[in-house]
């Protein structure tokens, strides 16, 4: 397999490297200020700075660049460092800015005393109508030009506590006629008159984050300074700063560091503002950070996802210069495909009807064995407890069905996962003609070929559980991107559904963050509020993209007729061309329509791709897909399906043989 090629700040890093920057100096940091938890959006930096790290074996820092103490907490402060370190991180020193205020105040005396800053005593909106626009300079203010004296002497006493918040600001001196309106005399330190989480009462002027970002940078000997898109326009002022204090301490710190920017990951269906996402909570949308449904890391980590998935997720996303959007898909595709591989499998029936196996003796009952996880070998098997009544899911009967209702009906034969064939012989109905028991038989001979399979639980033995499915929380792609609306306007108000079930007496000691795929229904986690009286799961993800199909069409494709509509084994197979060359991302996106295809596909359909010839990898592949949906909805595997899978195991294409080590 060919290295992975370098991304672009790679190349900066081995340009320096290779320009005289010595490998032992270099030292990275990701610098969160600690005011909202962590989410996914903070994924992409934390990836971005600790793989650097990993990778030419440098330091990475955790600094948080606390300089606001009216929005930051130690609560902020606990949960960032339980984030990083559930993602699998190791930051070498813990560092805070307001470590460096001392340093900072010092520093900034010696701009006064070199007439490179001084304190203004105008209002705010008077000090930015005077800084202009893009288009238009700004103008010089009547404080600009005071002595040095009255300067130091108003900022010691603005340190001292004798103004009051918006008196006074202290202010560089650059040029309020500058093209960058950042440069025009940014503001240094202002007076918040509030206890700060560390540091308390000492300080009533705190530093701006322009100021304190660079030179905690500059004093940690930090040597690449990495940041999102939208600081790209303060890379001007961040030099600037930091060639001032070069000059006063370049004997201690000798090394200047280099700002340099990356696209910041942005999401479907997903809002990454602080601000918004406090309102949730604040507003009771959701219950709390870590509610399943927020896209923050503690939101993630209780929903189910892992570590692992958020790395890969990260890895596929890659880094880029220019702003996009990522699918969550592609997010969803990779926790799926984690857990296939590590979670065991049990049995869940989410909507209940009772099933009684007429000929099976009512004091009798069986230990059958059943496998974990067949992805995982070591995995071992359990036993589950059969008896003559069992639940099964309400969708999986019906009286009346066609052909391609692979599940049980009136007549009809299925196999019950781990146990019998089973055939359904008549039903009781209540009053209002609504089923409440199908009546079966059973049969021993389990060498019977059945198109069906069903998963079910004992009822004798099956434990209660509050099952809480989730679904995305807004409905829309980007919900925050709408100048007439309301992002709220757009919350799914399906995004919960809390429902009784039934699991099977293996997962009574079940722990909490406990991973399980609940077999033919999805991947489900033991979430926090689960005890040892009531035992509570939450759904991580289906397994398959329900969304994919919900996708509005264009006003062209809903007024096509059904007739001129190609089969969809004909698109399926059009995808499959050129399936094995697509890039990750755009491959977990033609997965996922494969699969909405393959709902409207008969074996009869699939059937004769068996046969595609070994060069056309693509056509195999999505065949793999197609299939697997297929044995999902209850096809039962016969020897053409094993003799495929048997030989695309054996494959040298990877994507074919991780397609079908699925099946």
């Known amino acids: 397999m060919s290295e992975k090629s370098l991304n672009f700040i790679e190349h900066i890093i081995e340009e320096d490297l290779a320009n005289g920057l010595e490998k032992d100096k270099l030292r990275f940091r990701f610098p969160p200020e600690p005011n909202g938890y962590l989410h996914i959006g903070h994924t992409k930096a934390i990836g971005i700075s600790f793989g650097l790290g990993l990778k030419y074996n440098a330091p990475v820092n955790l600094r948080f660049d606390d300089t606001n103490?009216?929005?930051?907490?130690?609560?902020?402060?606990?949960?960032?460092?339980?984030?990083?370190?559930w993602l699998g991180y190791t930051w070498a020193d813990e560092l805070y800015s307001s470590d460096y205020f001392q340093q900072l105040y010092d520093w900034a005396v010696l701009l006064i005393k070199e007439d490179k800053a001084y304190v203004d005593s105008q209002s705010s909106e008077a000090m930015a109508e005077q800084k202009g626009t893009p288009t238009q300079p700004g103008i010089d203010g009547p404080y600009r030009n005071r002595s040095v004296e009255e300067n130091l002497d108003l900022?010691?006493?603005m340190k001292n506590g004798e103004f009051e918040e918006g008196e006074h600001v202290l202010r560089a001196k650059i040029d309020m006629k500058h093209t960058n309106m950042l440069m025009r005399d940014p503001i240094m330190y202002r007076i918040l008159k509030k206890a700060h989480h560390r540091t308390g009462n000492d300080w009533c002027i705190y530093p701006m984050y322009d100021w304190t970002h660079g030179e905690s940078d500059y004093i940690e000997q930090i040597s690449h300074s990495l940041c999102s898109l939208e600081f790209k326009p303060h890379r001007e002022l961040y030099n600037w700063f930091k060639e001032q204090v070069y000059d006063y301490s370049k004997n201690t710190y000798p090394m200047?560091?280099?700002?340099?920017?990356?696209a910041r990951l942005n999401l479907s269906y997903t809002i990454m503002s602080k601000r918004k996402l406090l309102k949730l909570v604040e507003d009771g949308i959701v219950n709390g950070w870590d509610d399943p449904r927020m896209p923050t890391i503690s939101?993630?980590?209780?929903?189910?996802?892992?570590?692992?998935?958020i790395r890969t997720f990260i890895d596929k996303v890659g880094v880029a210069k220019r702003e996009n959007v990522i699918d969550v898909s592609l997010l969803e595709f990779c926790v799926r495909d984690h857990l296939n591989k590590t979670a065991p499998r049990v049995m869940a029936v989410l909507d209940p009807i009772k099933v009684v196996i007429t000929n099976y003796p009512e004091d009798k009952e069986e230990w059958l064995e059943a496998e974990n996880n067949p992805e995982d070998a070591s995995a071992g098997s359990r036993e589950v407890p059969f008896s003559r009544e069992i639940y099964i899911e309400k969708a999986d009967f019906k009286e009346e069905a066609s052909n391609k209702f692979?599940?049980?009906?009136?007549?009809?034969?299925v196999r019950l996962k781990n146990a019998y064939i089973i055939k359904a012989e008549s039903v009781v109905k209540n009053d209002t003609g609504e089923i409440k028991e199908i009546h079966c038989t059973y049969s021993e001979d389990?060498?019977?070929k059945v198109k069906g399979t069903l998963h079910w639980v004992s009822i004798k033995h099956a434990v209660k559980a509050e099952v809480r499915e989730y679904d995305r929380l807004f409905m829309d792609e980007a919900p925050d991107s709408h100048q007439d609306?309301?992002?709220?306007?757009?919350?799914?108000p399906n995004s919960l559904n809390i429902v009784e079930a039934f699991v099977e007496p293996s997962l009574q000691e079940a722990k909490i963050g406990e991973r399980f795929q609940f077999q033919r229904l999805g991947y489900f986690n033991v979430d926090n509020d689960s005890t040892s009286e009531k035992l509570v799961f939450n759904k991580t993800v289906g397994l398959r993209d329900t969304w994919a199909k919900q996708k509005p069409q264009s006003k062209q494709q809903n007024q096509s007729k059904p007739q001129q509509q190609r089969p969809a084994i004909e698109d399926i197979k059009k995808i499959g061309k050129k399936l094995d060359r697509l890039p990750d991302d755009k491959f977990a996106a033609a997965k996922e329509n494969i699969k909405q295809l393959a709902n409207k596909v008969s074996y009869n359909d699939l059937q004769p791709l068996f046969n595609t010839s070994v060069k056309k990898a693509g056509t195999r592949i999505a065949t793999a897909i197609a299939l697997g949906i297929l044995l999902e909805k209850g096809l039962e595997k016969n020897e053409e399906i094993i003799e495929f899978i048997t030989k695309a195991k054996a494959d040298k294409n990877q994507k074919l043989v991780d397609e079908v080590s699925n099946l």
């Open 69 to 85: 103490p009216a929005k930051e907490e130690q609560e902020y402060v606990d949960a960032i460092k339980r984030d990083i370190a």
């Open 155 to 157: 900022f010691n006493r």
């Open 256 to 262: 200047l560091p280099k700002q340099r920017e990356f």
């Open 299 to 309: 939101g993630l980590r209780r929903r189910g996802y892992t570590p692992e998935s």
């Open 406 to 413: 692979f599940r049980l009906k009136l007549g009809g034969e």
């Open 446 to 448: 389990t060498s019977k």
């Open 485 to 492: 609306k309301d992002f709220m306007d757009f919350l799914n």
